[in-house]
């Protein structure tokens, strides 16, 4: 099919109009009790109008707690004044982690204080302070005041996490939220000095059962290192759950009357997206070469174009498929390698496509290639759906999940382990919130749930491919994605993003220099925790002469392009902890910070803190609100296809359903390819909870216009990874 250049343009645009995503609420929605109620299977959700109206009595009746609480509050203010007249006693003990083997480890700078209540009720500041550098701290109080009769029998040692916001102007404000509160009699305070002994805190623990770094989490909602806002709950709850009851409608459907539904009306019930939508004014125009490398370009892909050797205007793009790792034999996952022309407008078309790799079940070969090209005829369609699978797999489970989710949440745990008092917590803490939560969440409904049952790998190849991915992260030297043409637009935005976002880094810490350097001591704990808890480089602990030379050479080719597609500089100059070559890069190696090398270790503060950012919000979100126009049409792309039982295997049309997910798996990737794109709450521009700098919002907003020329919403980058 042919179709003008202008219809086509116009088509797209007025097709992006209108899938973007909005939502609506009212007061009977149906909705979620807690997060931990989305499955991929029957999530329980309340609905009919008997039992919302309940649960909207009770949230009413929790709202008229609260305000009790905020009246008492009011009523019983704690004044900022310590009642002292002298110092004649000290309150010491000593704060640690709790998990095993991190029981020994202080908690620093974790804010303190004592209070009294009156017996008529008002509150009465009798000491405050912090710990230090080893956990241990001492609380000076007046020992005639603290056990004065009016007081209540019992004291409160409270302990305070703190928490990084912005003031209008763009000042950090931190304040103090309470995280533990112990009780102690006042009548055992008799001598000059009283000890809590040593405390042991649940606080940001790594977890011990896995092979990335992940936090610890007893029961998300009740002891977990940090929560949600009400407000981002709401927002998820409001937008997800009008899939979820498309989901169990379908899944009703097929377990009492399988004969009433069909691969057509599973996809029609969910929202239209962009290929959809296309297709409707377009027919074929989204299986076509030219939108395949529109896609490439500037889609969910956002592919890395690798030369090819002695051909200066063609690039490949390559998909691994199951390497070493554990896989079953239902779903295909050959490697491929797409070549690409680029065209005098910039764009790019396919030319040639090789698969490495069983096609169907009947082939056991792991080294078998087939190359195809546009000469191949029907063959040549379905060669292109196997690279839109295939880019699909890896751009979830590779970029997606491991390069953004897992990479955050690596430097999430050891920001809020070690940063509170150095200004380096206001600029990074609010980016490096929720990713946590949300990776718990993950291993669920996706990990365990979903990706073994629709992909090639089995959950052991999920956890061996995504360490190994891990493997070739990293800050230091890192690069925006390499653009190749002014087409590129993908590309474009990104360096356009860095470039504000490392200014503003950069402004930040020379503003604040003099308290990062005084408190240097966080930063090193910090890059201390992340090197002792990296993943290896990729292959740095593999020796490669043991592999079949066929396999080494995989390897070798996946390490050299992942270098390209991370950004990941082989050069760097890492460090070995544990015997093993660590693929995050030290921030700094110093305890204090080192005047003869101040321009090199702020360099460094300045690249890594950027990088975080980068990785939490923009190519997060870059990947995350794309997903339902690249996988909100099963047919086009999911995440895996199957072998089916015929000779052809994959290699066969798209009305050959025995091929794509079941009916069961369809309505499920959708529910998730819908939900997961709509986040809708967290944007850097709406700054929802005060903690965006304000500063950043302004670069940002100055170049509004030339975004929306690249084709971004700037109001659409979200401020963090919070789905
Ligand atoms: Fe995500």
């Known amino acids: ?58 949230l ?77 701290f001492s609380l000076p109080y007046d020992l005639r005041i603290a056990r004065r009769w009016r007081y209540k029998k019992k004291l409160h040692f409270e302990i305070y996490e703190t928490v990084h916001r912005y003031d209008k102007e763009g000042n950090p404000k931190p304040y103090y939220q309470l995280f533990k509160k112990l009780l102690f009699p006042k009548k055992d305070l008799i001598g000059m000095r009283y000890s809590l002994g040593r405390i042991m805190l649940f606080y940001w623990e790594y977890r011990s059962d896995t092979t990335v770094p992940r936090v610890f989490i007893k029961k998300q909602g009740e002891d977990a290192p940090e929560y949600y806002t009400k407000d981002r709950l709401d927002a998820l709850y ?35 997206n962009l290929t959809r939508c296309i297709e409707k004014k ?14 490439m370009m500037n889609g969910m892909n956002r ?15 390559k998909y691994f498929g199951l390497c070493r790792y554990d896989h079953n034999d239902e779903y295909a996952l050959p490697t491929s390698r797409a070549k690409f022309k680029l065209q005098e407008d910039g764009h790019i078309l396919p030319i040639e496509i090789e698969l490495e790799g069983p096609l169907s079940a009947f082939e056991k070969d792991p080294w078998i290639k087939r190359k195809f090209t546009p000469a191949s005829g029907d063959e040549w369609e379905y060669a292109k759906r ?28 050891a920001a809020f382990r070690n940063l509170r008092i150095n200004p380096v917590a206001t600029l990074l803490l609010p980016h490096l919130k929720e990713v946590s939560l949300v990776n718990n969440t993950a291993d669920k409904i996706l990990l365990s749930d979903f990706i073994p049952h629709v992909t090639a790998l089995t959950p052991e190849g999920i956890s061996q491919r995504t360490r190994d991915l891990l493997g070739m992260q990293d800050w230091k030297n890192w690069k925006t994605i390499r653009k190749i043409s002014d087409a590129h637009t993908c590309a474009i935005a990104e360096d356009m993003f860095w470039d504000i976002l490392y200014g503003f880094v950069s402004d930040f810490i020379d503003q604040y220099q003099d308290r990062i350097k005084e408190h240097w001591i966080e930063i090193y704990k910090f890059s201390e925790d992340l090197l002792e808890n990296s ?26 392009f992942y270098s390209g597609q991370y950004g990941f500089d082989p050069n760097a100059a890492r460090v070995k902890r544990n015997g093993l070559l660590k693929a995050v890069s030290p921030i700094t190696l110093s305890p204090h910070f080192d005047e003869s090398r101040a321009e090199e ?79 809708e709450y967290g944007f850097i521009t709406t700054n929802n909870e005060d903690d965006v700098n304000p500063e950043l919002i302004r670069r940002l907003l100055d170049k509004e216009k030339e975004f929306k020329e690249l084709h971004v919403d700037i109001h659409a980058i979200e401020s963090r990874t919070n789905i």
């Open 1 to 58: 099919m042919q179709y003008d250049k202008k219809k086509i343009e116009e088509v797209c645009k007025e097709c992006e109009k209108k899938t973007q995503i909005s939502y609506k609420y009212t007061f009977f929605s149906p909705r979620y009790k807690s997060i931990h109620d989305i499955e991929i299977g029957r999530s329980r959700i309340l609905k009919g109008w008997l039992n919302l109206l309940l649960e909207n009595l009770y």
């Open 60 to 136: 009413l009746y929790e709202e008229i707690r609260n305000e009790i609480t905020a009246f008492k509050k009011w009523l019983f203010p704690r004044e900022d004044k310590i009642y002292r007249n002298q110092v004649d006693g000290q309150i010491v003990g000593r704060i640690t982690f709790a998990r095993k083997n991190d029981e020994t480890r202080p908690i620093h700078h974790l804010h303190l204080e004592v209070w009294a209540r009156t017996r008529l009720f008002q509150w009465r500041k009798l000491s405050e302070g912090m710990t230090d550098m080893h956990g241990h």
């Open 238 to 272: 409001q937008q997800t759950i009008p899939y979820e009851l498309i989901k169990l409608k379908h899944l009703e459907q097929l377990e009492l009357a399988p004969e009433t539904i069909s691969f057509q009306q599973i996809q029609e019930d969910y929202p239209i």
């Open 282 to 295: 377009l027919p074929g125009y989204t299986r076509s070469d030219e939108w395949l490398g529109k896609r």
């Open 303 to 317: 592919a890395y174009f690798e030369d090819v050797p002695g051909e200066s205007d063609a690039f490949y793009v």
């Open 386 to 413: 196997v690279v839109r699978v295939n880019g699909s797999f890896s751009t979830e489970l590779d970029e997606h999940f491991t390069g953004t989710h897992l990479n955050t949440e690596q430097y999430a745990i």
């Open 535 to 560: 993943v290896p480089v990729f292959l740095s602990d593999v020796n490669l002469d043991d592999l079949d030379p066929r396999m080494k050479a995989l390897e070798e080719e996946r390490f050299a």
């Open 601 to 679: 270790e702020m360099r460094n503060l300045k690249s890594a803190c950027a990088y975080m950012i980068m990785v939490a919000s923009y190519l997060h979100t870059w990947i995350n609100e794309n997903q339902y126009n690249q996988l909100g049409e099963v047919l086009y792309s999911c995440g895996g296809l199957r072998f089916g039982e015929k000779e052809r295997g994959i290699m066969a049309p798209e009305s050959d359903l025995s091929i794509s997910p079941d009916l069961t798996h369809c309505t499920q990737g959708l529910f998730l390819a819908n939900i997961l794109s709509r986040t």
